[in-house]
């Protein structure tokens, strides 16, 4: 069975801190990668993918290590705003189109 | 920006009854799928279709489920029978180029 496994949270942080965030995932055929935002009672909204050992944008940083089938999610000078909770997620065959996998999720919030 | 549209917002319904669940898709996307969510857990997928037929359906996917691509536009969820173990709620997602993109959701509630 193929599981995503994440940290399990909460982390609660203070505005301006770096928070990371670790997953680990047992497809090892998995060939893209991404970090969903969810926020209360709303739809997973896609954050970042992650094709290669690592993509950043702003600051957020995600890294990947296909040795260990690791995932990492790095937010730099945490905002109110970043509160959410964060998803690993997973294409079940490895291609895009597939369906996905998702992780329980690790839930942040970002203190004044 | 093109977004994925769902009907309705919340849904209550009785033990037994039939819903459906509405989604319209990102106009040039081929790709569709339904996930459910829970209360309190995480997502999972229900059912994947392309070019008008399932690709591929999970174990949560019964005889109780069924989804259809009426027209050009609209792509449906039923639940034939609904349980209370039903609530949960229900996203759509499609997909053109590899990044599946959610709809805002329908909450079921099934008293």
């Known amino acids: 069975r193929k599981e995503v496994e994440q940290d399990p949270g909460p982390f609660n942080v203070p505005e301006g801190a770096t928070v990371a965030f670790n997953c680990t995932y047992s497809?090892?055929?998995?060939?893209?990668f991404f970090w969903y935002r969810q926020d209360c009672r709303k739809e997973p909204k896609l954050l970042m993918s992650?094709?290669?050992s690592g993509n950043e944008d702003g600051r957020f940083t995600a890294q990947l290590n296909r040795a260990s089938q690791y995932i990492s999610l790095l937010i730099r000078d945490s905002k109110l705003s970043d509160s959410a909770t964060y998803l690993c997620?997973?294409?079940?065959?490895?291609?895009?189109?597939?369906?996905?996998?998702f992780g329980k999720g690790t839930k942040l919030s970002v203190k004044p | 920006e093109p977004e994925v549209t769902q009907t309705p917002s919340h849904q209550v319904t009785q033990m037994g009854q039939e819903v459906i669940l509405r989604c319209v898709p990102i106009?040039?996307?081929?790709?569709f799928y339904w996930y459910r969510q829970i209360l309190g857990q995480k997502v999972e997928f229900l059912v994947s279709?392309?070019?008008?037929?399932?690709?591929?359906k999970s174990e949560i996917f019964d005889d109780q489920f069924s989804v259809e691509r009426p027209d050009g536009s609209n792509f449906t969820l039923k639940i034939r029978s609904t349980k209370l173990e039903d609530s949960a709620m229900y996203f759509c997602?499609?997909?053109?180029?590899?990044?599946?993109?959610f709809g805002p959701g329908t909450r079921l509630l099934v008293l």
């Open positions: 997602a499609s997909t053109g180029e590899g990044t599946q993109y």
């Open positions: 497809n090892s055929a998995s060939q893209s």
């Open positions: 992650v094709y290669s």
């Open positions: 997620v997973v294409p079940n065959y490895g291609g895009s189109q597939g369906n996905l996998i």
């Open positions: 106009s040039n996307h081929l790709y």
């Open positions: 279709f392309y070019n008008n037929e399932i690709s591929e």
